[in-house]
């Protein structure tokens, strides 16, 4: 990439390239939503433990972030609006535009984070032009919060986001979410409750170890 890197500086190809290769392969597509309900194993197997290296949702993240680590304010103002676009049309619709919220997660995330994660402390190193805390509390700590008709992949993304940022949350911040996963465990959804175990598990064991 590095002899066509300056082809993506320019705020017009920034965005085509979002628009046309990105969103795509970021969008949740019917078969994730079959995978997910029928074989919810497979699916958490997939996105959990890092064997999703090879899925387009996988590698449209990486492609993003390579560029981000080329043109990070430009990647970040870019993709920041289109993330800012996919809420809004959520809030329009929560009920019919949940997708919408996915994707705007997805996109958030793979601005936030620098580099891979690990399995002892996922994400170690974001970037200095977003708030991990704040996206958090205004988008994604209400779907944990409510009992109500929350699509369980909305609590599945809420739940992988602090799972992946769990170093970066500072322990004042854990006393307040932390139960919100504890109250997961009890989830009635396969996936749910699996992450939700997962991510407790991993929290308590990196508290325990820092």
């Known amino acids: ?8 500086e320019d705020q017009g190809t920034l965005s085509q390239v979002i628009e046309k290769v990105i969103l795509p392969n970021i969008a949740l597509r019917e078969s994730d939503e079959e995978l997910f309900e029928d074989e919810p194993i497979e699916f958490i197997r997939r996105d959990l433990e890092g064997s999703d290296s090879d899925t387009r949702r996988r590698a449209a993240t990486d492609f993003v972030r390579q560029l981000a680590t080329k043109f990070e304010d430009s990647v970040t ?3 920041s609006q289109y993330t800012d676009h996919y809420l809004a049309e959520y809030a329009k619709d929560p009920a019919s535009n949940w997708k919408s919220k996915d994707t705007a997660t997805y996109l958030f995330s793979a601005i ?12 170690t190193t974001v970037s200095k032009l977003v708030d991990i805390a704040d996206f958090f509390q205004k988008h994604l700590a209400a779907d944990l919060v409510s009992d109500g008709a929350v699509s369980p992949i909305l609590k ?9 940022f769990r170093s970066i949350i500072t322990p004042q911040q854990w006393q307040e979410v932390f139960p919100l ?11 749910v409750y699996t992450y939700a175990a997962i991510a407790v598990e991993r929290v308590l064991a990196f508290h325990d170890s820092a």
């Open 156 to 164: 599945v993304d809420a739940i992988k986001y602090l799972y992946l």
């Open 1 to 8: 990439m590095p002899e066509h890197a300056k082809i993506f």
């Open 112 to 123: 936030a984070a620098k580099g891979a994660a690990t399995a002892s402390h996922g994400i």
């Open 181 to 191: 996963l504890v109250k997961h465990l009890g989830s009635d959804n396969y996936v």
């Open 77 to 79: 103002r870019v993709v």
